[in-house]
């Protein structure tokens, strides 16, 4: 299979079980090039448990691959102290068992691809993520969030399909 045949994927090696990963919309809180990491179509889930305590609910045995996200956004990391990091949210999943699938990289964010890992995307069986709790009296969803002038390029790049350098921005005082 030649590279362009690849289904390019994120491989993370999260504390976080399957459960904790679906009620969240996906995983998080990643060190990433968020740029980069939009230009993928998976995200591949490998179990750590090298943590003294299970704050993660982990659900599978160490680096063992238990699920297939497929990418919907890489949006900034809502949760407490995790500013500069990414949330990979999923639009579905597919609940994998593939054991060893961690190659022994320090850095927990792996740039590959499916076959690489040695997932075949059509043995997979794709389900819609849940619907996402919203807190009772949020309005957190509402409201927009302060943005800055990388972040919102970004997003107007990604919104018109024109490449960030095409996009720019003026504020009046």
Known sequence: MDDKAKHKALCVLTARGIGKILAEGGSQAWVLDAKRA????????????????????????HHTAFLVGRLKAVVPCEEPGSEHRWLLTFSEYAEVNLPNAW??????????????????????????MPEQEIEVGSDAQDKP???????????????????????????RG
């Open 38 to 61: 939009r230009r993928y179509e998976y995200v591949v889930c490998v179990q750590n448990r090298g943590f003294a305590k299970d704050w993660g609910r982990a659900s599978a045995p």
């Open 145 to 171: 969030r302060p943005l800055t002038i990388a972040e919102a390029k970004e997003g107007l790049a990604l919104a018109f399909n024109v490449p960030t350098s095409s996009i720019e921005i003026m504020i």
């Open 103 to 128: 190659p022994g990289y320090r850095n927990p964010v792996l740039y590959t691809d499916l076959e690489t890992v040695g997932i075949d995307v059509g043995s997979l069986d794709f389900q819609p």
